[in-house]
């Protein structure tokens, strides 16, 4: 294995490790929708683990097809249904979950599939943008609570998801081929990853403050 699969292949364990840990600490909380869409992503890279390292094209299917599914529906619905637990109070039942899953399957296997051919990479960009206008109202609740830091880092998880979203079938940054760090798939996988880490402290930061407004309020109704 040369340096660059190696980097490749550590960038993609790194990935797989931060969304298995982040995904199960999710689901813990019973926000099952971002958990296993996190979950998700860590087959996903766990198989391009195994597709750098051996270039087994069963893996690299696997991968890409679930690679597919987070970059058009698993983040920007998923994941998004998933954080309005804290910002709008959604708390959707099992059924309601297992129907987002299927169908978001169902629309994987039509992109997959060649429905837009031409006009994939636009999709893509468009939901991920989607996802980030929502991302900037979490950003802007996390200000007026007064959660400083975790507004920086959630702002700079979406700035840098937003730019490998859109460069990351437009635009071919020089020597990719041959750079070991500085190439494309090292730069999308190390973001997702602080992606995955930056949400989870911004989501248990607004969850304090919606349990301490819930005890508030029981204390202001409880009958003097």
Known sequence: MDHRSLVLCLSSATLAMTAGIYGFKFVRKRNFLIGIEWWIVTI??????????????????ISHFLDAFSRGFGMPVIAVAGLMAVTHGYRPSMRQDVTLFVLATLGTIALVAGVLQHALPYFYVAMWTLMSIYLAGFVWRLVRAGHALHALTTTIALVASQAIACIYDFYKIPG????????????????WSYLTVALYYAYCALERDAGRSSANASVLSYPK
């Open 44 to 61: 996903s890279a766990s198989n391009a683990v195994i597709f750098f390292a051996t270039e087994s094209p069963v893996s690299y299917f």
């Open 176 to 191: 990719e081929e041959t750079n070991v760090v500085f190439n494309f798939y090292v730069l999308a996988l190390l973001t």
